[in-house]
């Protein structure tokens, strides 16, 4: 049987605060969509972090989150996407790109060059 708990998500994208209670043995993402709410996704199979939130308090279990190394993991951050809860939890999204940039460097951030790359002058 299903054990519930309470999340509280602070969507720093939009300002909203969402307080849902989700079951145990349900992806925290789609449990919230389910009560009609949108979050950040877009694989949705623990690849990409579009999804990556900051756990403030509680704790959560993500065995199938392999975007997210394992430093990571360690400060804090999960896949919402592929994430059970096991307590109550707070959490907040991440800033845009944040979990991918600190994995991968600022100079491949997603979908866009932040910086120049040196031309070889010859
Ligand atoms: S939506 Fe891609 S890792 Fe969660």
């Known amino acids: 049987m299903s054990q519930f708990h309470t999340i509280r998500v602070n969507n720093r994208q939009t300002g909203e605060h969402l307080t849902v209670s989700v079951p145990d043995d349900q992806y925290i993402l789609h449990s919230i969509e389910a009560q009609g709410y949108n979050l950040p996704f877009s694989c949705r199979n623990g ?38 809860a096991r307590s109550d939890l707070e959490v907040e ?30």
């Not at 944040?98 to 060059?113: K, W």
Request: proline fraction near 4%; charge should be negative; charged fraction near 30%.
């Open 93 to 122: 999204t991440q800033d845009e790109d944040e979990v991918y940039e600190l994995q991968f460097g600022r100079f491949f951030a997603r979908g866009r060059v932040r910086f120049g790359l040196p031309l070889d002058e010859d």
């Open 47 to 84: 690849a990409c972090t579009t999804c990556a939130v900051r756990i403030r308090s509680g704790e959560l279990y993500q065995p199938e989150a392999v975007g997210l190394s394992p430093e990571l993991k360690q400060k804090g951050y999960a896949l919402l996407c592929v994430s059970y």
